[in-house]
């Protein structure tokens, strides 16, 4: 990463979101951070956060955005400074509203494109013209194996696999990362883990009678 230039994090909030702008400061040198959630500073932990990497010696600038509305996303980018510009993307936002496919509804799955495929491609729309170092985007092993009453969730991060290559035939910086389960707890999978979780000690139950 070029220190000079602004790294922009969607889902910037967000568990994976704040722990990849921790990780980008402390291991890639990053200096200019645009941090992007739906919430903004309103979000939980906000504050903490931006004090943690202003500790670290990194610009952070917080807003409040809906990537995946164009006009929104232009005006942010708009306001970029000159002399730090845009040089890195990394898209962690995403939300879940599952169902089974028979019951999931046309709402549900526009939640969950807007939130990963729509802010996928306006982010791309928005700066295919510009000298990017990385556009990385926080894709799921869902896409590829499938995810029971995931439907939706596994059809958008099919669309960020696809767009990377899109990107790369194109001569355009991408990279998708099918993430598994993370070991870290996030808002989005506590559920799952309040579930495994509740699997290990009934198993363990099991085994003891």
């Known amino acids: 990463l070029d220190p000079e230039k602004t790294v922009l994090i969607t889902g910037a909030t967000g568990g994976l979101g704040s722990l990849i702008a921790r990780h980008l400061v402390e ?22 956060l931006l004090k943690e990497l202003k500790g670290l010696g990194a610009k952070v600038t917080l807003k409040a955005c809906d990537v995946s509305d164009p006009e929104q996303l232009k005006a942010l980018l708009g306001k970029l400074p000159k002399a730090h510009p845009l040089g890195a993307i990394v898209h962690a936002a995403g939300v879940l509203d599952d169902a089974t496919v ?47 009453g995931q439907a ?28 598994g389960l993370w070991q870290r707890e996030s808002a989005m999978t506590s559920d799952l883990f309040f579930f495994f979780s509740s699997r290990r000690r009934h198993t363990r139950c099991q085994s003891v009678t």
Do not use: C, M
């Open 27 to 48: 291991a890639h040198g990053a200096q200019h951070l645009l941090l992007l959630s739906r919430s903004g500073s309103k979000a939980k932990g906000a504050k903490e």
């Open 102 to 148: 028979q019951k999931l509804t046309p709402e549900q799955l526009g939640r969950v494109f807007k939130a990963k495929a729509d802010s996928a491609l306006a982010l791309h729309e928005l700066t295919k013209d510009q000298e990017l170092s990385a556009f990385v985007l926080f894709s799921s092993a869902a896409g590829a194996l499938g995810a029971p």
């Open 152 to 179: 939706n969730y596994a059809a958008a991060n099919s669309f960020l696999d696809a767009l990377a290559q899109r990107r790369r035939t194109e001569g355009l910086p991408a990279t998708s990362i099918a993430w």
